[in-house]
């Protein structure tokens, strides 16, 4: 039976062993992650209670991983995506998409956020009603 769970910190720690992957293939296979972000960094942001983690189960296995941080832009609280991977991310996303998105409303988030590359920026627009809202570019030195 599949289902979504918020991971507290402590289970992210009991758990580490089936996330660290996914993880590491979210980090992997976005090309700005790659240089900013690792396993070990979400890690330490859900223990800092910086991040939460989101799981889709199916028979006790996780098939697949949200992360979001939260921040601000001047009063404006926002979700930032940090990782999003595995497999069933549709079946996921009609499990779970809009009552996160409830949830991140309850918790006064006004807008969410995600960095990443041309190609998944459109799964996002299309699949999950992501809008353009600006564009991000970088020299890295």
């Not at 039976?1 to 293939?25: A, C, F, H, N, R």
């Not at 890690?43 to 991040?51: E, Q, T």
């Not at 989101?54 to 009063?75: A, H, P, R, S, T």
């Not at 920026?121 to 009603?129: S, T």
Request: contains cysteine.
């Amino acid at each position: 039976m599949q289902s979504v769970e918020m991971l507290v910190p402590d289970k992210v720690t009991e758990l580490w062993g089936q996330l660290e992957p996914i993880l590491q293939e979210a980090c992997e296979g976005n090309e700005t992650a790659i240089y900013e972000i690792t396993p070990l960094d979400i890690f330490s942001l859900v223990h800092s209670d910086l991040a939460t983690v989101f799981v889709m189960w199916d028979e006790g296995v996780i098939k697949c991983v949200l992360v979001v941080q939260f921040g601000y832009i001047f009063k404006h609280k926002y979700a930032d995506i940090l990782a999003l991977a595995g497999s069933e991310l549709m079946i996921a996303k009609s499990l779970a998409w809009n009552a996160i998105l409830d949830w991140f409303r309850a918790n006064d988030v006004e807008f969410v956020d995600a960095h990443t590359n041309p190609r998944f920026a459109k799964i996002l627009q299309r699949k999950f009603g992501f809008t353009d809202s600006s564009v991000q570019v970088r020299m890295r030195l």
